[in-house]
């Protein structure tokens, strides 16, 4: 097989016993990439330089052994394009690389040179809030590869990627992996370090693995886990061998459904398959109930105050001052309006309209301030389940893949795609979602399982039960 | 109508730490521009604020030395504006759980004690400074994200000169606690002014004005003074004040308005989602407290109980830390029983040449040794008082010592009583008229026969033992 093709751990057990080289691998995605990424556009700058420099072959060092690792557009590296696919940050050459990719050169991994698609600064759930136009589902192309990570999450089920760096704040990471049918993971919050991830709504971000298999996730979160100075909100608690949680049983383990997810909106196809999955975990052994979280109505509402609130704050210095794009101006006003109006696409505008209108005198209390009231019902709603629970198993996303164009026009729509997903987010616990199924029209399905804040080896140890026991993530799509 | 003035006076304080509040750039003034940023200060994408131990260290110790009460909880708020002097658009302030509140500086002011209220001490970071030039504007952003501290007085202040002494007081204070330069030229410190105006006896507050751009506590006042007059007469003539913020123009000596209140900023202050809840444990403030310097008002008690001398003379050695510590010392290394002279010297000649030299105390280029060696020389009477100033001048211009310039200007007094005894005969031979009324009880001529003796000696007699040998040699004849 192609190694392209093959997951991260099977090709680091082929570097180590020099079966392959990681000119090998390169030549092979760049050759994947040259045939399908002209239908898929994971990578919007494919016809950027980068190629070449990367091409100076690069030795085996380091438990990643010169592995390359697909980046989203919104992660800083130093010296590739960061533009979080924004006109506004165009030609963003950060001086500077985030912490989580730090970690991985120091850990021998290499920085893919092309950045992956994304919805503007992250704001969407199809990829086709771009500047550089829409990724394609590459199990149909007439469909969205999910957002906001979609252009990870395409490359690496294209295999035009053996992993891949997301990044989720409502589900960004978790739904497109649901899409394309391969493992996405979003951490605790804190878990994974921020810094140098170009921030969207901070008390929500969180940097985490796209993947091929659960194993490859595992080790992936190791690799970009711990406690980082330059993070404030990153926690200093222990990486465990998260390698350590795979293979292991799930006999007696208690898992619950919220029946607050199993209700009118949720795809037939999706629920069939969840519920099926569900029976597998039981079949192993698992001890399956019914749990309730009474306040998963309010996620999408809060979640749209608060993430918007901040966002709204946190692209302000994208203001034609300093680095990106500056329209050109008579005044200082002027440069500020013609830079933000032709800089973001519409729903970064739709996004710092309402989080700007949620934090002004007057409407903070009613809004922002009862969002955070809310959010904190919410966590506790998670607090009191894993008293009972060892993880919670939900659908990751309402519905399958959707086509592209079908949800662009109605943001309420799309909002509501990530309503399985955004919770998680809100509690600030870790989320993983792995295929699951297929419906009729050949798209897959995912199954997320959440457990209770760093306790990413329970999902491990449950996401890698149901892969040992299923076919789904063998899949791959015909292109 | 007679009207009474409030003011509320808003301070801002540059603290002197090593590394700005939330990155690790330096704090030094006056580089190139744009030489002490880093991606942190400069806001750059996904960069993230780091808090500053020192910074709130420093904003701890500034706190208890006002009194206030240091929360438990307490967090940063982003405060949203945009102004190309700041890098992310929105500034790292404090908003509704500052670092303390609650707080008091007693005033000396017109030489009455007066308490002002502190309302609350927070920190936050500064932004960074525009440079304009003729076609285009630069920004420097050496100074963005330099830790603040923001202290508001209540409205606790009634006139322009209050307003005057309350910054000096406080300035005072935050000298001793070696926090920050306090310079309002080089901007460390920085003072925004609320004034408004209400009938006298009444108790509420009439329509405030927000005073921006002084930049001295001289400019303080007379800015606060420009508006005492301004609103008085505006009230006077029936009119409504608006209220606004207006800007001080030093040079013209008016103030315009900037901007009125419903052109406000909204400055939509939310939880910096960064930087999370912190708290100050109860052992952080009691270790910081027990740290504290000896803060002026402490100092100047200690000074009059120690060293008898009175409140005034205990004011001006206080006036600056180090002065005061320049003053201890000096009076330290003086014998015990002579200390009241060193006070004098301090507060007389030693204070005069720092004065005429635009100095401080503790500025001044002499060897503390060699002014006790000066003194001495007076005390033991082996110069006049009057050489001795000028003996300072030079000790001050040369930096040589005492013992040098005196001998060199052969200033030894003559107090050999056989020496003088042939230059007071004399005297007292060519003054016949003074000497009989001296006789017939008039004292004053004796001052003038002690006089004419010193013109004699060059100013080398000593005038106690002249006046002495004039009193014997006339009661003799």
């Known amino acids: ?133 829409p990724t394609c589902n590459p199990w149909n192309t007439a469909f969205v590869p999910g957002g906001s990570s979609g252009g990870s999450a395409a490359a690496v089920a294209g295999d035009e990627a053996i992993w891949a760096l997301g990044s989720d704040t409502g589900g960004s990471i978790r739904q497109p992996a649901s899409f394309c049918g391969v493992v996405g993971l979003k951490p605790t919050y804190g878990r994974v370090s921020r810094f140098g991830l170009v921030a969207f709504a901070s008390s929500l971000d969180q940097i985490g693995p796209i993947t091929k298999d659960v194993e490859d996730s595992a080790i992936l979160t190791g690799a970009i886990s711990g406690y980082d100075p330059n993070d404030s909100t990153s926690v200093d608690y222990p990486v465990p061998d998260y ?237 | 109508m007679k009207y009474q003035t409030v003011i509320g006076l808003e301070v801002h304080l540059q603290l002197n730490t090593r590394t700005k509040a939330f990155c690790s750039c330096p704090t030094d003034f006056g580089r190139t521009p744009n030489s002490c940023v880093c991606p942190v200060c400069l806001g750059m994408p996904g960069t993230l604020p780091v808090y500053n131990k020192e910074a709130l260290g420093y904003a701890i110790k500034v706190a208890l030395a006002f009194s206030c009460k240091i929360q438990e909880r307490t967090k940063f708020d982003r405060k949203n504006y945009f102004y190309p002097d700041l890098p992310k658009n929105y500034q790292i302030s404090q908003y509704d759980l500052p670092l303390s509140r609650n707080g008091h500086l007693d005033i000396s002011s017109g030489g009455n004690e007066k308490r002002i209220g502190i309302t609350r ?67 460390s410190l920085r003072c925004d002014a609320n004034i408004s105006l209400r009938p006298e006896g009444s108790s509420g507050l009439g329509v405030k004005t927000e005073l921006k751009n002084m930049n001295s506590f001289k400019g303080v006042k007379d800015a606060l003074s420009y508006e005492v007059a301004r609103q008085t007469g505006l009230l006077e003539a029936g009119e409504k004040l608006a209220q606004e913020t207006r800007l001080w123009d030093a040079e013209k000596g008016v103030t315009s308005s900037m901007r009125t209140k419903e052109e406000a900023n909204d400055y939509r202050y939310f939880p910096d989602p960064d930087l999370s809840v912190f708290v100050i444990g109860r052992e952080t403030v009691s270790l910081a407290a027990s740290r504290l310097p000896e803060l002026p008002k402490e100092k100047a008690g200690r000074f009059m109980r120690d060293y008898g001398i009175s409140a005034y003379e205990a004011g001006i050695l206080t006036a600056s830390r180090k002065g005061a510590d320049f003053s ?34 503790h500025e001044l280029k002499i060897d503390k040794d060699e002014l006790v060696n000066l003194l001495a020389f007076v005390d033991n009477q082996s110069i006049s008082h009057l050489s001795a100033k000028s003996v300072l001048t030079q000790m001050i211009d040369s930096g040589r010592p005492a013992s040098e310039i005196i001998k060199e200007n052969n200033m030894l007094q003559i107090s050999d009583a056989g020496e003088l005894e042939s230059m007071v005969c004399q005297i007292i031979a060519e003054n016949e008229k003074t000497v009989n009324s001296f006789k017939s009880g008039k004292t004053n001529a004796l001052m003038f026969l002690v006089g004419q003796v010193m013109k004699k000696s060059s100013g080398k007699a000593n005038p106690k033992i002249v006046g002495d040998l004039i009193r014997r040699k006339i009661g003799d004849a």
Not at chain 1, 89 to 109: E, Q
């Open chain 2, 121 to 187: 001490i927070h920190l936050e970071e500064d932004a960074g400074k525009l440079i304009h030039g003729d076609k285009e504007s630069m920004v420097d952003f050496n100074r963005a994200g330099v830790p603040l501290l923001e202290i508001v007085s209540e409205p606790d202040l009634n006139s322009p000169q209050e307003a005057f002494d309350y910054l000096t007081n406080l300035k005072n204070v935050i000298e001793y606690l070696d926090v920050s330069d306090c310079d309002m030229e080089k901007g």
């Open chain 1, 1 to 133: 097989m192609e190694a392209n093709r093959l997951t991260a751990h099977e090709l680091l057990g082929a570097l180590k016993e020099k079966r392959l080289s990681p000119k090998d691998i390169d030549e092979a995605i760049y050759a994947r990439i040259g045939k399908i990424d002209s239908k898929v556009r994971a990578y919007p700058r494919t016809g950027n330089s980068g190629k070449e420099a990367d091409e100076k072959a690069v030795g085996c060092a380091g438990p990643l052994c010169g592995l390359p690792v697909t980046v989203k557009d919104n992660i800083c590296t130093t010296g590739l394009a960061t533009e979080c696919c924004s006109r506004i940050l165009s030609g963003f050459y950060p001086p500077y690389d985030a912490t989580v990719i730090a970690k991985l050169k120091s850990a021998g991994a290499r920085i893919f040179p092309w950045k992956a698609n994304m919805d503007e600064f992250a704001f969407g759930s199809s990829t086709e809030n771009s500047c550089f136009g």
């Open chain 2, 328 to 361: 201890e010392e000096c009076i330290k290394l003086y014998p015990e029983k002579d200390k009241k002279s060193m006070v004098n010297w301090l507060i007389g000649p030693l204070l005069s040449e720092a004065n005429a030299r635009k100095r401080s105390l």
């Open chain 1, 243 to 479: 390698t350590k949680s795979l293979g292991m049983d799930i006999k007696g383990l208690r898992i619950g459904m919220p029946k607050e997810y199993f209700v009118e909106g949720l795809d037939e196809q999706v629920k069939l398959s969840v519920k099926e999955a569900a029976g597998k975990l039981e079949s192993l052994g698992a001890c399956l109930k019914e749990v309730s979280l009474p306040h998963a109505q309010y996620a999408v509402p809060v979640y749209y105050i608060i993430a918007t609130a901040e966002a709204s704050s946190n692209l302000a210095r994208f203001d034609g001052v300093k680095y990106g794009y500056r329209a050109p101006s008579e005044s200082l006003m002027d440069m500020y309006k013609k830079t933000r109006s032709k800089g973001f696409g519409e729903e970064a505008k739709r996004r710092i309209i309402l989080g700007t209108f949620a934090l002004s005198h007057g409407y903070y209390d009613a809004y922002y301030l009862r969002a955070l009231k809310v959010r904190t019902l919410i966590k506790k709603d998670f607090d009191t389940a894993f008293g009972d629970f060892d993880c919670i198993i939900a659908p990751t996303s309402p519905t399958p893949a959707f086509r592209i164009g079908e949800k662009a026009s109605d943001p309420l729509k799309m909002y509501l795609s990530d309503i399985y997903t955004i919770s998680v987010n809100l509690a600030g616990i870790p989320a993983i979602s792995i295929p699951c199924g297929f419906t009729r029209e050949g798209l897959p399905v995912g199954l997320q399982v959440m457990a209770k804040p760093f306790n990413e080896e329970m999902i491990f140890r449950v996401a890698h039960a149901f892969e040992r026991n299923t076919e789904w993530h063998k899949a791959r799509p015909q292109l």
